[in-house]
């Protein structure tokens, strides 16, 4: 058999076994108005948890769900002060996870103490810090503060949640593959760029879209993660002929290593020359395009194979790039590659630069006021 008649084999899918461990930093588990004195059971990170707002300091508390006394569930138990009392026989735990009363008890076992998880209210969201090797949460790399969600000149988030039935690095992949966006979105592409830093990285994207057409301008799309699981989305374009700039939110939180649940919110700016029913009207319509769009994603998700070795092709993007970035967040900080976390940029299409598209926006809009 000559080479050119040869048989070739054909490629062979790798796919690993995810370890029972989740990505260090911090994660969104709703609006931080869903949370309130009544407790709330949230099934994360392997784990059942109990979340609710304490009576005295007003503050979210996260706290393990099981009791280790007889196994109940806190999360069905009430608020007294700070402190989660059981509901099968009325231990009570305090905010720090520190068992403070037994109503029939005369003394505290020394060793009645349950996880405490950190907290943090930002942007509107309640965030909650993980971290495999117990290390204490890390505001430097906590989500900056938004000043426009404080402004009053943007709408409040519109929220909706998607359960996904995969490993979380699913979503991620989305930050490098620019491949996808025509085919599952409907969506040109005229300009694609990623970088990475640290803890961060960015996708830059000009094209058009399905929900936001071009209009005289293309669209324009930052997408930034802060950590493995906090993005935020600014995207600029024409929806029925008007102006539109949105904040997109896509955060996830793990269930397990092989589902997640991801809170996806919206955020627009209010048009001065509509009432506020009429903005949050148009945000809504919005968001319900979106969530028609994410869908698209959601149906492939839920019907594909986690692949350790994809067959990539030139115009596929920085898959391997992005994957290594997220791997930082499952490996132990001492064990951290520096070449994960240096700064490097990736262009997998040249063209019109996001900055070059919104200074048009803008000289348009100073010409015409």
């Known amino acids: 058999m000559t080479a050119t008649t040869q048989k070739r084999e054909p490629y062979v899918i790798q796919r690993k076994v995810w370890p029972e461990r989740y990505a260090r930093g911090w994660h969104v588990l709703g609006k931080a108005d869903r949370f309130t004195e009544e407790p709330q059971t949230l099934d994360y990170f392997g784990t059942r948890l109990a979340a609710y707002r304490g009576k005295e300091d007003g503050q979210v508390h996260v706290l393990d769900s099981y009791c280790p006394h007889m196994g109940a569930d806190l999360s069905k138990g009430h608020v007294e002060g700070n402190s989660l009392v059981c509901p099968f026989h009325a231990w009570s ?24 998880w950190p907290t943090l209210e930002r942007n509107g969201l309640l965030l909650v810090w993980n971290d495999p090797e117990g290390g204490e949460p890390d505001l430097s790399v906590a989500p900056k503060i938004m000043d426009d969600y404080y402004s009053g000149e943007w709408t409040d988030w519109v929220m909706a949640r998607f359960l996904i039935k995969s490993h979380c690095r699913e979503l991620v992949d989305n930050m490098a593959d620019m491949a996808h966006f025509g085919p599952v979105h409907y969506s040109t592409v005229r300009s694609f760029r990623n970088v990475q830093d640290g803890h ?20 324009t799309s930052v997408a930034h993660y802060e950590g493995p699981a906090y993005m935020t989305t600014t995207m600029t374009g024409m929806m029925d002929g ?20 991801i809170n996806l919110g919206v955020m627009m700016k209010k048009n001065p020359d509509f009432s506020e029913e009429e903005n949050r009207a ?23 194979v986690l692949i350790d070795n994809p067959l990539l092709c030139d115009g ?11 791997g930082q967040f499952y ?17 997998t299409m ?6 070059e598209v919104l200074a048009a926006m803008h000289a348009d809009a100073a010409r015409t006021a």
Request: net charge negative.
């Open 93 to 116: 735990w305090g905010s720090d996870g520190v068992c403070d009363h037994i109503p029939y008890a005369k003394r505290i076992p020394p060793r009645a103490v349950i996880k405490s």
């Open 200 to 219: 961060t990285f960015t996708q830059y994207m000009v094209g058009g879209h399905e929900i936001l057409t071009e209009g005289e301008h293309p669209m």
């Open 242 to 261: 008007v102006p539109m700039t949105t904040h997109l939110l896509v955060s996830h939180v793990p269930i397990s290593t092989e589902a997640f649940h």
């Open 282 to 304: 148009a945000v809504e319509a919005y968001t319900a395009r979106t969530i028609e769009s994410f869908e698209q994603d959601v149906e492939i998700w839920d019907n594909k």
């Open 316 to 326: 596929d993007g920085p898959i391997n790039m992005v994957r290594k970035w997220y």
């Open 331 to 347: 490996a132990d900080v001492a064990d951290i590659d520096p070449h994960a976390v240096a700064r490097k940029e990736h262009i």
């Open 350 to 355: 040249d063209g019109p630069t996001v900055e």
